[in-house]
């Protein structure tokens, strides 16, 4: 539960620190809720074990084109038997209507029983179009770089 503590106490402080100066530069800072479906992928695709993520997120403008966007995705089965959180952090390449980037994520169990897995690496791209988000992204392993993994897609309200 010590580990669950820390990974929410440092998810946190990245929000807070890098949000810091971008409200103080002016930079625009947004909010979105994401709603998606994820599935795992190595021996092949199989749809009957698709998951639904739900994410709020924050994106904040650190320079022209850039953005650092915290987050924190929970992740469930289609029987809702349990639920994984997934707080990362993603640096985002913004350009004319698209993004691209990576970053981190790192899996929570808060279910029934708590526990914390591995830091992940996190591959995004996606649409930016008026208040609407749409991403397609991958989450791996580092050893069996993309041998393994979950890939998803997901749809978000930006306000």
């Known amino acids: 539960m010590k580990k669950v503590a820390m990974a ?9 620190v890098a949000s810091g100066p971008a409200w103080g530069q002016d930079k625009k800072v947004e ?5 998606g479906v994820m599935t795992f992928y190595g021996s092949g695709f ?3 074990g698709l998951g639904f993520t739900l994410s709020p997120q924050v994106d904040i ?8 966007s915290p987050e924190f995705m929970f992740l469930t089965d289609s029987s809702f038997s349990g639920v994984i959180g997934l707080p990362g952090v993603i ?12 970053g981190a994520v790192l ?4 279910s029934e029983s708590a526990g914390v897995g591995e830091l992940l690496p996190k591959i995004n791209i996606g649409y930016r179009g008026g208040h ?3 991403t397609v992204y991958t989450i791996t392993a580092f050893n069996g770089f993309f041998k393994y ?3 998803g897609a997901s749809l978000g309200y930006r306000f």
């Open 8 to 16: 929410l106490l440092v998810f946190g402080a990245a929000a807070a």
């Open 31 to 35: 909010f979105s809720v994401n709603a």
């Open 46 to 48: 199989d749809v009957s």
């Open 61 to 68: 403008r650190v320079a022209k084109g850039f953005m650092i």
């Open 91 to 102: 640096f985002n390449y913004v350009g004319k209507g698209f993004f691209i980037g990576g």
């Open 107 to 110: 899996p929570v169990s808060i």
């Open 132 to 134: 609407i988000n749409f």
């Open 149 to 151: 993994g979950l890939a």
